[in-house]
Nanobody, 115 residues
Framework: QVQLVESGGGLVQPGGSLRLSCAAS????????MGWYRQAPGKQRELVAT???????NYADSVKGRFTISRDNAKNTVYLQMNSLKPEDTAVYYC?????????WGQGTQVAVSS
């Protein structure tokens, strides 16, 4: 079965940086669009960033200029570099793989931004 395993979350001070990773297995990774979503307590899950199989990227307005999504098809891994973190970035971050009618999700990794 498909597995998406996120890592890299943690506690960071405002203005700090974190790099999330999501390792995929049992899919032809290069054929999938990959994305990062987040869900804060009491809120709906929201899109953070996506990257197509061809490498085109899309970002939520709230993270543009601060976050960068990238992928390494040789490693079956997608990354989310998060800079200038704010308290409002606190959430569980989920990795997503999408292709046609297929959608797969990871278990999530917690990011907490606090002084």
């Amino acid at each position: 079965q498909v597995q998406l395993v996120e890592s890299g979350g943690g506690l960071v001070q405002p203005g700090g940086s974190l790099r999330l990773s999501c390792a995929a297995s049992r899919i032809i990774f290069s054929m999938y669009a990959m994305g990062w979503y987040r869900q804060a307590p009491g809120k709906q899950r929201e899109l953070v960033a996506t990257i197509t199989s061809g490498g085109s990227t899309n970002y939520a307005d709230s993270v543009k200029g601060r976050f960068t999504i990238s992928r390494d098809n040789a490693k079956n891994t997608v990354y989310l570099q998060m800079n200038s973190l704010k308290p409002e970035d606190t959430a569980v971050y989920y990795c997503n793989a999408h292709r046609g009618m297929e959608d797969y999700w990871g278990q999530g990794t917690q990011v907490a931004v606090s002084s």
